[in-house]
């Protein structure tokens, strides 16, 4: 990887701007043009040095007061199938290893309203709900510091 690489990977690290274009906006800092920018993110991804982008929700911040790991005893042969039902639902943001998932809501009792729907609707007799109880600070590895460069 060469110096622009380095720095096209440092700078895909920050907070994306909100801006209507963000990738013009990285590459007018990045003194490269927008088409050069995703023509080198394109390639990463097929090289497999980037696997995926994604976004983190500051759920807190977004107004869901009351978060829970819910683990859910699914049968073996209908997993993959019960999983894709529940990632689909707006409530969850993640679905671990196809039998736990993350509901988000207002309130505990509002989680409570989402996991007994999806227990119904996907037949489920079994399942635990664990509340979050301190949100811990969300940080994703980092790559190429600035020092590296010199």
């Not at 309130?107 to 509340?131: F, G, P, W």
Request: contains cysteine; aromatic residues 8%; proline residues 3%.
């Amino acid at each position: 990887m060469d110096l622009l690489d380095k720095q096209i990977i440092r700078i895909m690290q920050d907070e994306f701007p909100l801006v209507k274009e963000p990738y013009k906006e990285f590459a007018k800092k990045l003194n490269i043009s927008e088409q050069e920018l995703l023509n080198r993110l394109r390639i990463y991804k097929e090289e497999g040095k980037i696997r995926k982008m994604g976004a983190v929700l500051r759920h807190v911040e977004a107004g869901f007061r009351a978060n829970a790991l819910c683990a859910w005893v699914v049968p073996v042969d209908k997993l993959d199938e019960i999983a894709q039902k529940l990632a689909q639902c707006p409530s969850i943001s993640h679905c671990y290893d196809r039998n736990y998932t993350m509901i988000h809501a207002h309130t505990r009792q509002e989680c409570e309203v989402i996991a007994e729907k999806l227990a119904k609707e996907n037949n489920l007799q079994q399942y635990t709900m664990l509340y979050s109880v301190k949100e811990w600070k969300k940080i994703s590895m980092r790559y190429f510091d600035e020092a590296e460069d010199e």
